[in-house]
């Protein structure tokens, strides 16, 4: 068999997948489900165009569709995929390795990691955080990733004159990720709705920092809801909410309490239900299930 990450890829893996007479499932991550019509074609991104143009194939011919949320399979249903062949599937993370660490650092430290691109919401958080610093003034903000948005990002920082709280980090290694996390207070990742309809699948960025007990603000958008429950795990906002991010920011660097409980409670959702083991397990009955 097949297994195709990404309906983009799934589109050229079908032809070969018919070629050798095997089956072939395709993962659904995110951009494949979300994005318009008009903004894949718009793209001039070859791969994309020729997935519009051969989408209604796939979903015909394909063995199995797998979605890493039920908001990505809504999604997908809407697009024309067969409700009998597309089911949900988590992706897991390795809560073996990635355990809650007791040595944070001495300064309140926001995390956040993500491709600086529109639907991360970097934007808003570097916002809010100008603003945490009103209460917090020795708080620290740490942006892992790299992206089109690196350049405005920085100038943005420059223009709230708070380049001394924030550090763009870059592109990291996994290894380096998760150093940072054992160390951080909190994790913040405000994504938003794309122009363009691109929408998070389940970040996975989001998945680790609860296995590392951390406690997580964020947007109601997207799968985010599947794996972070408001008041209990973590903190929920409307998308683009800046004062509510302020809000629950300020909240969390301030109350050690609260942060200990809703980082346990959030590693207890993942090891539940995102554990790799286990999702791994299911995805290996799903392939049995294909042949």
């Known amino acids: ?31 494949d489900a979300t994005m318009t019509r008009r903004a894949l074609v718009s ?27 039920e908001f990505i399979r809504e999604k997908v249903l809407k697009l024309g995929f067969p409700a009998a062949r597309t089911v949900v599937h988590y992706i897991g993370v390795d809560t073996r390795a990635i355990l809650p660490s007791l040595e944070r650092t001495s ?51 420059r223009r709230l004159d708070i380049e001394d709280s924030v550090r763009f980090l870059g592109a990291q290694p996994n290894s380096q990720v998760l150093a ?6 909190v994790f913040c990742l405000p994504s938003v ?9 389940l970040a996975i960025a989001l998945l680790e920092a609860a296995a590392s007990g951390l406690p997580i603000v964020a947007t109601q958008h997207g799968s985010f809801g599947e794996a972070i429950k408001h008041e209990e795990s ?5 998308e683009h909410d800046v004062n509510g991010l302020t809000a ?21 959702v993942v090891v539940n239900r995102f554990d790799l083991v286990k999702q791994s397990s299911i995805l290996a009955d799903m392939y049995e299930s294909v042949r």
């Open 107 to 157: 300064e309140p430290t926001v995390l956040h990691v993500a491709r600086l691109v529109e639907k991360k919401g970097t934007t808003d958080l570097v916002t809010a955080f100008s603003r945490v610093l009103r209460s917090i003034p020795e708080a620290k903000l740490q942006i892992v990733g790299d992206g089109v948005l690196a350049v405005s990002l920085r100038q943005q920082v």
């Open 180 to 185: 940072l996390m054992a160390k951080a207070w």
């Open 1 to 31: 068999m097949l297994h195709a990450h990404f309906a983009v890829e799934g589109v050229y893996a079908q032809r070969i997948a018919e070629k050798l007479d095997i089956p072939l499932i395709t993962t659904f991550h995110g951009f």
């Open 43 to 69: 793209s001039g991104k070859p791969a994309w165009i020729n997935y519009v143009l051969h989408r209604k194939r796939l979903a015909q011919r394909g063995a199995l569709f797998i979605c890493v949320s």
């Open 234 to 238: 973590g903190l929920l906002h409307p």
């Open 248 to 268: 629950s920011l300020t909240l969390l660097l301030g109350d050690e309490r609260a942060r200990v409980e809703m980082g346990n409670r959030a590693r207890e």
């Open 193 to 201: 709705t794309a122009k363009s309809g691109d929408s998070e699948g």
